[in-house]
């Protein structure tokens, strides 16, 4: 009775500690993805203080799903009297772009090209792309308040087979990521789907290949209303949900 109580207690210490350093590695690889946030001399008067701004989850949640504009971080988020400061202004599509390319090569990505910036109602939307091979290397959101870039969850991450999750070497396991469908093929995949989910919303004649799927743009009226993905031996489809109304966009001359 006494071999049995330690052998499950040892079970279950064991199980953890292991629970434990999953969720350490999960926090330090988000932490690591997740560009920080500027900080902003505000102030009145003499003084001038450092405001940090966040909008309000951590590094690797889900942005977006906040307010678009940023909540203040620590007590330095008032001016000489006191008062609230008030956030930054919102970022332009242009600055988006030129912080996508800073965070690339922040994190030693900066052979990557960037070839499409979206502005939705939530967050803008990015792709990298290798320049030698054309294939999309990633999918990036930014805080349209703060600035603050990350890898976008959904298949960036669990699809992904050379920079998401399962490229860096965890235990997603899969395929090497050549995509065994053609992109003609993930196009009439994702049509099937939205006219059986989202009717009256088409697909852009064009889809983005990545490591183990694709992206493929959504219309409604001849204008894009979101994405999609499939992926690229399954078949299956996500839906990206956390982007909001589109607004903009810009791409590279030769995005497509």
């Known amino acids: 009775m006494r071999t049995t109580l330690w052998i499950g207690l040892g079970i279950f210490v064991v199980v953890a500690l292991v629970v434990a350093?999953?969720?350490?590695?999960?926090?330090?690889?988000g932490r690591q993805l997740w560009a920080a946030a500027p900080s902003y001399a505000l102030g009145t008067g003499s003084?001038?203080?450092?405001?940090?701004?966040?909008s309000g989850r951590g590094p690797a949640m889900m942005p977006g799903r906040a307010t678009p504009w940023g909540t203040p971080r620590?007590?330095?988020?008032?001016?000489?009297?006191g008062r609230q400061l008030e956030p930054p202004g919102l970022?332009?599509?242009d600055e988006a772009h030129e912080d996508v390319k800073r965070y690339l090569a922040s994190v030693g990505y900066d052979q990557l090209e960037v070839v499409e910036?979206?502005?939705?109602?939530l967050n803008f939307y990015a792709i990298a792309r290798e320049p030698d091979t054309g294939i999309g290397a990633m999918e990036l959101l930014l805080d349209k308040g703060t600035g603050a870039v990350g890898p976008e969850m959904g298949p960036n991450m669990m699809w992904n087979a050379r920079y998401g999750m399962r490229g860096r070497g965890t235990?997603?396991?899969?395929?090497?990521?050549?995509?065994?469908?053609?992109?003609?093929?993930?196009?009439?995949?994702?049509q099937r789907w939205l006219d059986a989910n989202r009717p009256g919303v088409t697909v852009e004649e064009h889809a983005v290949p990545f490591y183990g799927y694709y992206t493929v743009h959504t219309l409604e009226d001849g204008e894009i209303e979101g994405m999609l993905s499939v992926h690229g031996t399954t078949g299956q489809v996500w839906y990206h949900t956390w982007h909001g109304a589109f607004a903009q966009m810009i791409e590279s001359e030769d995005a497509h």
């Open 47 to 54: 003084a001038t203080q450092d405001c940090e701004w966040e």
């Open 74 to 81: 620590g007590p330095a988020c008032v001016d000489d009297a």
């Open 91 to 93: 970022l332009t599509i």
């Open 117 to 121: 910036v979206m502005e939705f109602e």
């Open 171 to 190: 235990m997603m396991g899969g395929s090497s990521g050549r995509n065994a469908i053609s992109d003609a093929e993930a196009l009439a995949i994702a």
């Open 21 to 29: 350093g999953l969720t350490a590695g999960w926090a330090l690889w």
